[in-house]
Structures are given as structure tokens and as C-alpha cells.
T-cell receptor
Framework: QQQVKQSPQSLIVQKGGISIINCAYENTAFDYFPWYQQFPGKGPALLIA?????SEKKEGRFTISFNKSAKQFSLHIMDSQPGDSATYFCAASSSLSGGYNKLIFGAGTRLAVHP | DAGVIQSPRHEVTEMGQEVTLRCKPISGHDYLFWYRQTMMRGLELLIYFNNNVPIDDSGMPEDRFSAKMPNASFSTLKIQPSEPRDSAVYFC?????????????FGPGTRLTVL
């Protein structure tokens, strides 16, 4: 129930292409879905996040699409650039857990954008 | 702000030795988290503190692991005795609060290798 499943494990995209990373969850109590970006040798950093009351959130070239009925959400990177090459983690948390909202992370997707 | 500071960045030790990892959270942040990242298990939450008090240590793998936060600006994660399976990247993160939209800010991590 706590697991967040992420796919694909790795992804290669040409410069200018669209990168799509998918996540699925089981726990219907999850109500916050952030994506973290991690560059080699660095810690993860928040990229973009969404609440389930909206189906899409866009920030620049990054878009989260959210499907509540399917319990799935995805990250789309438009016009992918070599500088986007990093590992991306989806995550989920529930405000119903009380106190701190524990983040459950997906396994990560290693994205390589080739010039 | 300098962000979350971790030391050392790399640690190589021999099995059986004591290892101490250090973290300085972002000033004013009330929550501090310790994570472990491995290829096999991804990002795992080990323990978190609220206002210097340990709240949830259910992720600490064994009694060999211990964490302290003697004040608001310093925390340690100790492994004694260390084992080769403890080899991983250990991240410290802090956040201003425990709400769903309170972003966790990660440090650069400590790469631990136990021979």
C-alpha cells in the first residue's frame, strides 16, 4: 500500500524530444505528489509537485499529468535538453498520516538526453 | 543560505569500524531527515527529527545505527560496527515544517564504502 512504482528504469531521448516518466501508486490516501531531480554527486532537489485536485501542472518545460482514477501520475519534459540528464524520482505522501508527511519515493529513472 | 551541509563527502572504512556522518541543516528548519540511497533499495528514510527530537526511527535498519541531534544546527548518524552492506550514499535533508507542501532540501550526501 505504501509503494510507489516508477518506470522506466532508464530512458534515452534525443535533444528536443519529449521525455515521459510514469508512476503508479496504491494508497488512495496519498494527496501530494512531488518529483525530485538528482544530478550525479548531488542530493535530490524538488522539481515540481501536484495535488490531486488538479489533473495537470506545468512549470516551464516540465509538466505533471495526474490521473486520480487510475492512480497514476507522470512527468513530461518537453524539448528535452542535455542539461536535463539526471535521475528523476517521483514521490507521494499523505496528510492523513498525522504529523510529518512521510515521502515515499519511487525507484528512480535515469534520463540521458543525447545532443 | 549555504543549504544543507554534510561531512565528510566520502568515507572509506573497514568492516567493524565506527563511522560518524555529520549534518548541518538549513537555519530555521524544524525537521531533519536521514536517508540512505542504494541501487537495490532506492531512497529509504532512516529517521527524522522535529525540533531536535527523534520522532520516527522505524527505518533504522539495526541497532548498529544511531542518530542524534544535540541542537538545531547539528545532527549525526553513527554506525557501529560498520559492515560492507552499509555501503551507500547517506543523505541528510531538512524542511521548514512537516506539512505536505513543505519542501525537503537535501544535502550533497556522504558516500560510504565499508571494505
Amino acid at each position: 500500500q505504501q509503494q510507489v512504482k516508477q518506470s522506466p528504469q532508464s530512458l534515452i531521448v534525443q535533444k528536443g524530444g519529449i521525455s515521459i516518466i510514469n508512476c503508479a501508486y496504491e494508497n488512495t490516501a496519498f494527496d501530494y505528489f512531488p518529483w525530485y531531480q538528482q544530478f550525479p554527486g548531488k542530493g535530490p532537489a524538488l522539481l515540481i509537485a501536484i495535488r490531486p485536485d488538479v489533473s495537470e501542472k506545468k512549470e516551464g518545460r516540465f509538466t505533471i499529468s495526474f490521473n486520480k482514477s487510475a492512480k497514476q501520475f507522470s512527468l513530461h519534459i518537453m524539448d528535452s535538453q542535455p542539461g536535463d540528464s539526471a535521475t528523476y524520482f517521483c514521490a507521494a505522501s499523505s496528510s492523513l498520516s498525522g504529523g510529518y508527511n512521510k515521502l515515499i519515493f519511487g525507484a528512480g529513472t535515469r534520463l540521458a538526453v543525447h545532443p | 543560505d549555504a543549504g544543507v551541509i554534510q561531512s565528510p563527502r566520502h568515507e572509506v572504512t573497514e568492516m567493524g569500524q565506527e563511522v560518524t556522518l555529520r549534518c548541518k541543516p538549513i537555519s530555521g528548519h524544524d525537521y531533519l531527515f536521514w536517508y540512505r540511497q542504494t541501487m537495490m533499495r532506492g531512497l529509504e528514510l532512516l529517521i527524522y527529527f522535529n525540533n531536535n527530537v527523534p520522532i520516527d526511527d522505524s527505518g533504522m535498519p539495526e541497532d548498529r545505527f544511531s542518530a542524534k541531534m544535540p541542537n538545531a544546527s547539528f545532527s549525526t548518524l553513527k554506525i557501529q560496527p560498520s559492515e560492507p552492506r552499509d555501503s551507500a550514499v547517506y543523505f541528510c535533508a531538512s524542511s521548514p515544517g512537516g506539512g505536505a507542501t513543505d519542501t525537503q532540501y537535501f544535502g550533497p550526501g556522504t558516500r560510504l564504502t565499508v571494505l
